[in-house]
């Protein structure tokens, strides 16, 4: 592919993507998982975007401990990954997936449990 400056890049990049769109008809489920995958990937990030403000403004973790929970967190998930591997084979992809989420919406009211509260 050839290069292209940004406008041209953009415009590109634009034009696809409304092309994308106006076919959707043709591709009803396609469009649906992708319109789902944006909404999960979406909250997962939010997630994990906000969880180092929420973990250093409301629950008063220093720099320190924050880095280790980050860190404990990426070992904790990394062997999550292979279990939900195997559970999935095991019950199928859309079960396994709907258990993940349910575990994300548990895991953060959980965190939000622990957030301090001011008695009056």
């Known amino acids: 592919m050839e290069k292209l400056k940004f406008r041209e890049a953009a415009r590109f990049a634009v034009g696809e993507v409304a092309q994308t769109l106006k076919d959707y008809k ?5 469009f649906l998982y992708m319109l789902a995958y944006f909404f999960f990937i979406d909250g997962i990030n939010t997630v994990t975007a906000l969880g180092g403000v929420y973990g250093v403004s409301v629950l008063g973790i220093g720099a320190l401990g924050l880095m280790l929970t980050i860190f ?6 990394a062997p999550f990954a292979i279990i939900f ?6 019950i ?3 079960r396994a997936l709907f258990i993940s989420i349910v ?3 548990v895991l ?3 965190a939000l449990a622990f957030a301090p509260l001011e008695l009056e």
């Open 92 to 94: 199928g992809t859309k």
């Open 72 to 77: 404990a967190v990426q070992f904790i998930a």
């Open 26 to 30: 043709a591709f009803p489920t396609l």
């Open 108 to 110: 953060c009211f959980a």
């Open 85 to 90: 591997t195997k559970i999935a084979d095991r």
């Open 103 to 105: 575990g994300w919406v």
